[in-house]
């Protein structure tokens, strides 16, 4: 079975500077690694997700990711956050063959200004 | 033309009642799921229906019990609602498996 860790419950972080929020994973097989943004009393949204191909994966927002299989790490990065950013952020795996998809415990990003 | 949509999205009562939460997608998708969402913001999911078929039935209390009458609608049925019940409950749906969910905005369950 999977499981994915996020290694920082929150990150604050000021405008406009750039910001990462880590994800590493535990699988015996390949993985389909994701990545969402729940805002304020909201349901999640995807923001990127890698299933193949090349290991940076660009998603919405300005947000992309890089996928190390020799770290199994799945770190998520934005050049430059604004306030809109602020928001919890959820790491996912599916190991593709079954239908579940893990979440971490979730990383809230705080952007002041 | 909200893609999964959820109803009610509050929904408030005593320990002890039974409640129901709909969810319908109109994304054309096959597999529906339905998550819990505890204070700590873990999500963890519940079940997981594919073509009206059960597929993943997690370690959930046999008070909770999905109903999906077509591969568009997946309910959640709660019997004897519990304190610790008390969750932000998510649906969600895809099409190909491990490709990505839609997510609903969510149903904030409070039991008092």
């Known amino acids: 079975a999977q499981s994915v860790t996020q290694l920082d419950s929150q990150v604050p972080v000021f405008e406009e500077a750039p910001v990462e929020l880590r994800c590493n994973y535990s699988?015996?097989?390949?993985?389909?690694l994701f990545w969402y943004v729940q805002y304020p009393n909201q349901g999640l949204q995807l923001l990127l997700k890698?299933?193949?191909?090349?290991?940076l994966v660009k998603g919405i927002n300005g947000f992309e990711a890089e996928f190390n299989k020799s770290q199994t790490s799945f770190h998520l990065r934005k050049p430059s956050v604004h306030i809109s950013d602020t928001a919890e952020y959820f790491c996912?795996?599916?190991?593709?063959?079954?239908?579940?998809?893990?979440f971490g415990k979730g990383t809230s990003l705080l952007v002041t200004p | 033309d909200t893609a999964v949509s959820q109803t009610p999205k509050y929904l408030v009562t005593q320990m002890g009642n039974d409640k129901s939460i709909k969810c319908e997608q109109n994304?054309?998708?096959?597999?529906m799921y339905w998550y819990k969402q505890d204070s700590k913001k873990f999500l963890k999911i519940m079940f997981s229906?594919?073509?009206?078929?059960?597929?993943i039935n997690e370690t959930v209390p046999n008070r909770f019990s999905p109903k999906s009458p077509d591969k568009a609608h997946l309910n959640l049925h709660i019997n004897s609602l519990e304190l610790g019940d008390s969750a932000v409950y998510f649906c969600?749906?895809?099409?190909?498996?491990?490709?990505?969910?839609?997510f609903g905005s969510g149903t904030r369950l409070t039991v008092v």
């Open positions: 969600a749906s895809s099409q190909v498996k491990a490709q990505g969910y839609t």
């Open positions: 699988s015996s097989v390949s993985v389909y």
């Open positions: 890698y299933l193949s191909g090349s290991t």
């Open positions: 996912a795996v599916s190991e593709g063959s079954g239908y579940a998809l893990n």
């Open positions: 994304l054309g998708h096959d597999t």
């Open positions: 229906y594919n073509n009206k078929e059960l597929i």
